[in-house]
């Protein structure tokens, strides 16, 4: 069982940069693979980005959509993942949500692999 909790989303002008993290708790953080996932509205929701363990080598996937620009990284120590955002444009607007899979070590990127779910932060960017 892990509790997520995201935070650091807010209002940013189109081309400007933000920092969500996302606060784990409960065990064995280290294990578990995690992501980034994103919903604006009227949307489905859609895979953002993923990191593995650190037995997977930390391996990361992005959707192409933020392929040079958003970076996942996670401290284990701290039990925290973030996703650095650059560079943002009026769609990424939406919900961002982490998520983490108990079962899958690797860089997944379909949200029925993902067993535990963030309640969200909100990113509205504007132009």
């Known amino acids: 069982q892990v509790d997520l909790v995201e935070s650091g989303g807010g209002l940013v002008q189109a081309g400007g940069s933000l920092r969500l993290s996302c606060a784990a708790s409960g065990r064995s953080f280290g294990s578990y693979g995690l992501g980034w996932f994103r919903q604006g509205s009227g949307k489905e929701r859609e895979f953002v980005a993923a990191i593995g363990t650190t037995w997977s080598g930390g391996i990361t996937n992005y959707a192409d959509f933020v392929k040079g620009r958003f970076t996942v990284s996670r401290d284990n120590a701290k039990e925290i993942m973030y996703l650095e955002m650059n560079s943002l444009n009026p769609d990424d607007t939406g919900v961002y949500y982490c998520?983490?899979?108990?079962?899958?070590?690797?860089?997944?990127?379909?949200?029925?692999?993902?067993?535990?779910w963030g309640q969200g932060t909100q990113v509205t960017v504007v132009s």
């Open positions: 998520a983490a899979s108990g079962q899958f070590e690797g860089a997944v990127k379909m949200a029925w692999q993902f067993n535990y």
